[in-house]
């Protein structure tokens, strides 16, 4: 059958599952791609979106394994494969931009390091939107300040002043999320891991070319760039503190921070600070991961960062997100009782969850040495080991020789069309 045929023959499944109308909050991955799903299985989903358009910004995602997985089954591989990056690998360099310790994307295997479908943010979210918005209600510029359990429903109050009444409300709104705080209290479920990560893109130069160029300052900060476009590069600057809060600063003041912590950093530190006060598009926030004994309380429960953010450090939030949205919409339209769905979506995501948030031992610290010393050493060391006999004999070693089978529930063989 015709890939389109057979897609819109999967459109509107119904299981067992009651038709709910169902709010989710937040537009970025696990929103669009739950409102995709429950969409399919029958349910209205509504998206509302804080911003006033979808937010196209941020930097290199990750779809690993059942990711990737979870996107053939919306349709969308092929789509994301178009967009795959075409690096060719990485330097680790030093301030005046010399390779120190160098890995090809293949050096571990296919694609090394490189994940197969690693995709811009902006494009996956856009994808994504683009798969549901002639189906699915979308509100951008709004947010629910209030949601009132009246038993058989739930009444959200939204920032524009309007009252909704929905079945249920799933928290989509990323690892701040005020649905979380709405409903299991304040962010004390957040566990940081003392670091900030701005990214945004700046007009590329020739000597960006074609390689991440990675770059160590002493006292925990980091400068990468990263090929992007023809006239782009893409730039990750890092830093370790262990103060609170800097990413509820305006964006003008978080500029200001990074200006000033980056003042005396070499390599393409001064290029990137001349370009910074220029730049509409700027994502910065802490670095953390989500930690919550349960996800659902009520009518209300919680998908992707929300409520399980496994954070950058783990290359993990793209695909958890979509995996999330995946099991938590199969679950509901697989039972009748949404305590039901919930507790087995819990069942299914929760060691999944606790091995997507496994992060190195001193992983940090590793990329981001505090001392002059501490970077020539890991330097070094990383020289060694990204030797290609070195590397062949790690990829002997780690790659499994079992054919990848799927983990993931299929919900489709349960629904009834
Ligand atoms: C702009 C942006 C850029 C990012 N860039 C990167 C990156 O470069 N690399 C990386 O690894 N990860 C990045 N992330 C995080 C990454 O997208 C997530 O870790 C992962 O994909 C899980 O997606 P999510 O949908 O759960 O959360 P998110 O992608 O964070 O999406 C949450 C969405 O909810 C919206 N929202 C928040 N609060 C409310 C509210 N109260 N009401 C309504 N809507 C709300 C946000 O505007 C956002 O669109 C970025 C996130 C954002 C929002």
Redesign the pocket.
Same mark, same amino acid.
Do not use: F, M, T
């Given at each position: 059958m015709h890939f389109t045929l057979l897609r819109r023959s999967l459109s509107n499944l119904k299981g067992p599952g009651k038709n709910y109308n169902i709010l989710v909050? +937040?537009?970025?991955?696990?929103?669009p791609a739950l409102a995709f799903f429950l969409h399919r299985y029958g349910m209205k989903p509504v998206v509302?979106?804080?911003?006033p358009e979808l937010?196209l910004?941020?930097?290199?995602?990750d779809l690993q394994a059942e990711g990737k997985e979870v996107a053939w089954r919306m349709g969308i591989e092929s789509k994301v494969r178009e967009k795959i990056t075409e690096e060719q690998g990485t330097h680790i360099v030093d301030s005046a931009g010399r390779p120190q310790a160098s890995f090809d994307v293949n050096s571990f295997g296919e694609r090394g390091f490189v994940e197969e479908l690693e995709i811009r943010?902006p494009e996956l979210s856009n994808i994504l939107y683009e798969q549901i918005r002639n189906d699915v209600e979308y509100v951008f510029g709004d947010?629910?300040q209030a949601i009132d359990d009246r038993g058989d429903k739930l009444q959200v109050k939204f920032a524009n002043g309007n009252l909704r009444e929905f079945d249920l409300v799933v928290g989509?709104? +990323?690892?701040h999320s005020?649905i979380r705080r709405l409903v299991f209290g304040d962010e004390s479920l957040i566990s940081y891991a003392d670091l900030y990560a701005a990214?945004f893109d700046i007009p590329r130069t020739d000597s960006d070319g074609s390689w991440v160029r990675f770059y160590s300052a002493p006292g925990g900060r980091s400068v990468a760039l990263r090929p992007y476009s023809q006239n782009r590069t893409q730039v990750y600057l890092c830093f370790r503190s262990k103060e609170r809060g800097y990413e509820n600063l305006d964006v003008d003041m978080q500029k200001r921070l990074i200006q000033k912590l980056f003042a005396d950093v070499g390599f393409e530190a001064p290029r990137i600070l001349r370009e910074l006060p220029n730049l509409d598009d700027f994502?910065f926030d802490s670095v953390g991961q989500v930690k919550t004994d349960r996800w659902s309380k009520g009518r209300v429960t919680l998908v992707?960062?929300?409520g399980y953010?496994p954070s950058?450090l783990t290359g993990m939030?793209?695909s958890v997100?979509l995996v999330g949205a995946y099991i938590l919409a199969g679950e509901l339209s697989r039972h009748q009782d949404y305590n039901e769905a919930f507790k087995q979506y819990e069942t299914w995501m929760r060691p999944y969850v606790t091995k997507a948030q496994k992060i190195i031992p001193g992983s940090v610290r590793l990329a981001l040495p505090n001392t002059r010393t501490a970077i020539i050493l890991r330097n070094a060391i990383l020289g060694f080991v990204f030797r290609p006999a070195i590397t062949r004999f790690i990829t002997k070693l780690i790659t499994s020789k079992a054919p990848q089978k799927s983990v993931l529930p299929n919900y489709e063989a349960v629904s009834t069309p």
């Open positions: 909050v +937040g537009g970025g991955i696990a929103g509302v979106e804080r911003a937010r910004s941020g930097q290199w995602v943010r947010s629910p989509a709104d +990323g690892i005020k990214y994502y992707g960062d929300a953010c950058p939030g793209a997100a």
